[in-house]
Each structure stands twice: as structure tokens, then as C-alpha cells.
């Protein structure tokens, strides 16, 4: 007797039609914008010239807490955050028994095992990126136990190669805060997220190439956000002694 599997790998068909955009595009505010409003507190944002992308990109973001997902597409231009699906672990988002059809319309998540499968398993959201659709994706797989970058997966240089799009950097930092790692229910904690310059990766390079690439970019940004984090407590500190 065949057991049933724990999670389904399979996207909803349903997810990127008409109705189901303009359903998810009146539930943002409820789901996505009032929540970040409420818990993020004070949020300062910082951005590059991300503004000037006007077709799909993939976004990677930094993973440290399930308030991530709500953050990076609240900061997105509204060119992109409009049309945008974002990958999810499978094995969490899609067990049976789990909303997985909430997650799929609200914040159009699509399931990624995480126990592999090879170039297949990201066959989905090329084909969305060649549909016109952008992707979110976490580059280190699982939320950090510490806040600090961890080790980059291939997926994202993949998808921005085969798809021939560019990759958008996002950071936070203080989400460790508002929702760690093992709570459910999240607090207000102050937040800072920097949107990054996008990167065109040389299509001659290889895999193992655009992820290094990708990779410092992405810590770049980081210790830029740290450094303006640094010089805003500096500020409030200098503020109080005054």
C-alpha cells in the first residue's frame, strides 16, 4: 500500500489568474500592509535604483524570520509586488492539513521541496518569469538561526540565467526581533531594510560564478544596512545625552 505523501510539490493553476490577483490585490492591505505597519515599528527603508526595473526579476531576500515574506513585498515598487510569486518550503507551507490554498492566494507562494530534484524542481517559476511574472526567493534555503548571512544556494543564479532577468537584493535587519525563529505570534521591534541595486548576470559565466557574484552583493548590502543601523542608534543615543 502506496502511503500518501506529507506535502504537495504541485502550484495551484488557479493562483495567477484574474480573479485570483484582484482578490489578492484587496486582501493585501489585511494580510500584508496593516501587519508590517503594525509590528514594524519604527521601519526605516533605504533603496537603489530597484525602482527603474520594469519587467519580471527574481528578488532574493535574506531569511530570518516568517515576516520576511510580508516585509520584502510591502517595500517592493508596486510594478513588481503586483505581479510577483514567491517560493516556499513545501514540506512546511503544504503539508496536509496546512491552509496551503490561504498562502497561495494572499501571498502567491508556490511549493519548493526542499529535499531537491534537481534542475526540475525550479521548472515553475522559470516559466513564470518567462510568463512576465517575478520571483521571490530565499538564496539560503532555511531562516537563520543567528541573523547572519548563511551559504547561498545555486536556485536564484539559475532562475536569473535561464530566464535572462536581473536579481534584486533585499536585507533587513531587526525581523529576529518582531518574529523569531520558534514563536508564533509576532511583537513590534524596530526594523531596517535596504532594496538593492539589481544585478545582470554575464550569461557566458557559470552557475557556481553568478552565485559568488550574487552572493557578495548581497553581503554588501548587509554591511550596509548594518553601518546605517550603527549611525542611526549613534543619533538617538547622541539625541538622549543632548
Known amino acids: 500500500m502506496t502511503s500518501q505523501p506529507e506535502y504537495r510539490t504541485r502550484p495551484d493553476a488557479w493562483q495567477t489568474t484574474l480573479p485570483a490577483r484582484a482578490l489578492r490585490r484587496v486582501g493585501r492591505h489585511w494580510v500584508i500592509d496593516r501587519h ?3 509590528y514594524c515599528q519604527p521601519l526605516t527603508v533605504t533603496r537603489d535604483d530597484s525602482r ?4 519580471p526579476a527574481v ?7 516568517h515576516f520576511d515574506t510580508p516585509l520584502a513585498l510591502s517595500v ?3 510594478r513588481l509586488r503586483s505581479k510577483i510569486a514567491v517560493a516556499a518550503a513545501a514540506d512546511r507551507f503544504y503539508r496536509e492539513g496546512k491552509r496551503g490554498w490561504w498562502f497561495s492566494l494572499f501571498y502567491n507562494t508556490f511549493p519548493i521541496d526542499r529535499r531537491g530534484g534537481g534542475a526540475s524542481t525550479l521548472d515553475y517559476p522559470v516559466s513564470l518569469l518567462k510568463r512576465g511574472w517575478s520571483v521571490l526567493i530565499y538564496p539560503e534555503g532555511t531562516r537563520s538561526e543567528t541573523g547572519q548571512i548563511g551559504q547561498f544556494h545555486h536556485g536564484a543564479t539559475f532562475l536569473a540565467m535561464r530566464a535572462r532577468v536581473p536579481v534584486i537584493p533585499i536585507v533587513s535587519e531587526g525581523l529576529r526581533d518582531v518574529m523569531p ?4 505570534s509576532p511583537r513590534p ?3 531596517r531594510v535596504r532594496v538593492g541595486a539589481p544585478v545582470w548576470l554575464d550569461h ?5 560564478e553568478g552565485t559568488e557574484r550574487l ?9 550596509e544596512t548594518q553601518a546605517a543601523a550603527e549611525r542611526i542608534e549613534a543619533a538617538v543615543l547622541a539625541g538622549r545625552a543632548g
Do not use: C, D, F, Y
Not at 59 to 65: A, G, I, M, W, Y
Not at 216 to 221: D, P, Q, S, T
Open 204 to 208: 557566458g559565466s557559470s552557475i557556481q
Open 189 to 191: 521591534s524596530a526594523v
Open 76 to 78: 517592493l515598487p508596486e
Open 59 to 65: 528578488v532574493r531576500v535574506n531569511h530570518t524570520s
Open 52 to 55: 527603474e526595473v520594469s519587467g
Open 181 to 184: 525563529k520558534g514563536q508564533r
Open 36 to 38: 508590517v505597519r503594525r
Open 215 to 223: 552572493e557578495a552583493a548581497m553581503r554588501a548590502l548587509a554591511g
